[in-house]
Nanobody
Framework: QVQLVESGGGSVQAGGSLRLSCAVSGYTLVGKCLGWFRQAPGKEREGVATITTAIGSAYYADSVKGRYTISSDSAKKTVYLQMNTLKAEDTAMYYC??????????????????WGQGTQVTVSS
């Protein structure tokens, strides 16, 4: 059974940093597309960052480019999202997701097979 479990969320002041982790079980991260999505209250879920583990190629939404970094450790079966210079508008529930193959040019939610339950990030201004 595949499970994705996020951790590392919390409350932080604007300008601060958080590092989210997503522990994956029952699924190898080798040759996969891994992603982080977020959903703020009253808004649709949006793709934040993805990484194609086979080549280490990453995609970032414009809103987080230069502030967020996605990475993965196949040996530890963990996906990370380093978030720096956080803003109030980054407040959301953050979800990790996984699927086979390479990531496309943009994160298509319906293409992802496995999802975590989410971890809340709250940024106060």
């Amino acid at each position: 059974q595949v499970q994705l479990v996020e951790s590392g969320g919390g409350s932080v002041q604007a300008g601060g940093s958080l590092r989210l982790s997503c522990a994956v079980s029952g699924y190898t991260l080798v040759g996969k597309c891994l992603g982080w999505f977020r959903q703020a209250p009253g808004k649709e879920r949006e793709g934040v960052a993805t990484i194609t583990t086979a080549i280490g190629s990453a995609y970032y939404a414009d809103s987080v480019k230069g502030r967020y970094t996605i990475s993965s450790d196949s040996a530890k079966k963990t996906v990370y999202l380093q978030m720096n210079t956080l803003k109030a508008e980054d407040t959301a529930m953050y979800y990790c997701a996984a699927r086979g193959g390479w990531c496309g040019s943009r994160p298509l939610q319906t293409a992802f097979t496995y999802w975590g339950q989410g971890t809340q990030v709250t940024v106060s201004s």
